[in-house]
Structures are given as C-alpha cells and as structure tokens.
C-alpha cells in the first residue's frame, strides 16, 4: 500500500496558551481554521513572542501522510513552497519522517500556520498560506500520482475547484483511490456545492468528524455516518 498526499506545505508555529481571552483579539474561531493575511499574521506573532513556540512540518495532508510513513507505510506529499527557511524545514522534516516529497518552488513566502493550543487541548489555525496558495491544476502531472495506491487530499483545498477536480481526475485515470479529509466544519459550510459533488462522484474514503459531519448532513454522529455511507465506500 503506498499513499500520496495533496495540500497545503505548512510549517506549523505552535504555542500552547493559558487562556482564551486572546481570541476575541486576534479574531480567530476557537477549534477552527481561518486563513489569515499578512497583517494578521504579523499581529499572531507578536503574541507567540512571549510564548514557547515549537515547529513541525503541517498542513493536514501531509502530517496524515506523515504519520502513516511512521508506522511503515510508503508515503509521498506533493505541495508548494517558497525558496526559504521555513521550506527547507518542511522539506527536512518530512523527510525525516520517511516522506517522498514533491515540492514546486516559486518567490513567493512559504506558508505556515499560527497554531493556538488551549488547556482544553483544542487547537486554533490561523494560517498563512502563502505559497502554498499558488499551486495550480496545470501544475499536477500524471508521474506525481503514479504507482500509488490512495490519494489523500485535505478540504482547505476546496477553495480551488480546478486543482482538486484536477488531482481526483487524475487519480481516478491512474486507478487511485481517493481519501478525502473534510477538515473543518466551516470549510464544509463555507464550500458545501464543491465537497458534495467530490464526495458523491470521486471520494471512495472519507473523513470527518462530529462537527464536520453535522454540517455536512445535519445530522448527529451516527445518524450522519449512515448517510455519508451511501455515498462513498
């Protein structure tokens, strides 16, 4: 079984808050992911100034990819980045972590994502996509996907149509499975007519969790899995 990876290449900044009360001043939604501009990015880090922060390789396909290398499955990532520090991080830590990447370059900055961790043990994105953001459908070529077996796409995606109608066309043409995680539930809100047509005619694994379902379907846990089960394997 091998698995390849489609997404955001994010560096993950975390830091692990005592409180709540900054939330209503970055303006972020507890347990959600927002994407964030420069402004807000820059404001998010003068907050993590005073606090330990920590950097890991992110973005929801490849730290899924990620953990299934680590357990001996043969896994790939394919992403964007910019031609700097926090690329040359993701990509060694990836690797490390027994991933085959693929990384378009380009001049743009290289994403991250701001990750507030709460006493709860919820965690909060704000997440700069930067160059990540650039990738495009005429970017994906057949030998990214080729000899694997499952490809793993992450919602945050759906904000480009074209590129994830792209890459499951192309994994559907190279006999892949495709595993779709929905990722949050106001991505699923905000993306609904997109993520519905993928989950009805492409995605044969799917993933979603009580918050994500309910939007999706309105339904409560068990409830909503015995419908989404109509629609993919």
């Known amino acids: 079984m091998r698995i390849v990876g489609l997404g955001n290449a994010l560096t993950d ?10 939330f209503q001043e970055i303006g972020l939604l507890k347990g959600g992911m927002q994407l964030i501009d420069e402004e807000k990015l820059l404001k998010i880090m003068s907050i993590f100034e005073e606090l330990e922060t920590t950097l890991a390789s992110g973005g ?6 990620s953990g299934v290398t680590r357990m001996g499955i043969e896994g790939g990532f394919v992403g964007k980045v910019g ?4 690329a040359r991080f993701f990509r060694e830590d990836m690797e490390r972590n027994g991933v085959k990447t693929t990384l378009i370059e380009c001049d743009q900055a290289s994403g991250c994502a701001m990750t507030i961790i709460t006493p709860d043990g919820e965690r ?14 005429d970017e994906l070529l057949p030998e990214m996907f080729a000899g ?3 490809l793993h796409i992450e919602g945050y ?17 190279l006999g892949l499975q495709v595993s779709f995680d929905m990722a949050s539930y106001n991505v699923v809100k905000e993306n609904y007519a997109i993520i519905r047509n993928l989950v009805e005619n492409y995605v044969d694994i799917l993933f979603a969790n009580e918050e994500e379902a309910m939007a999706y379907v309105g339904e409560e846990p068990r409830k909503a899995a015995e419908i989404l089960s109509q629609s993919c394997k």
Request: glycine share 4%.
């Open 13 to 22: 900044v975390l830091a692990r808050l005592n409180t709540d009360a900054c």
């Open 60 to 65: 929801s396909a490849a730290n899924a990819v």
């Open 83 to 86: 031609r700097d520090a926090y």
């Open 124 to 137: 909060t994105f704000g997440t700069f996509l930067g160059a990540a953001s650039t990738l495009s459908a």
């Open 148 to 150: 694997y077996d499952i």
């Open 157 to 173: 995606l759906v904000q480009d149509e074209a590129l994830i109608l792209r890459a499951v066309q192309l994994a559907k043409e």
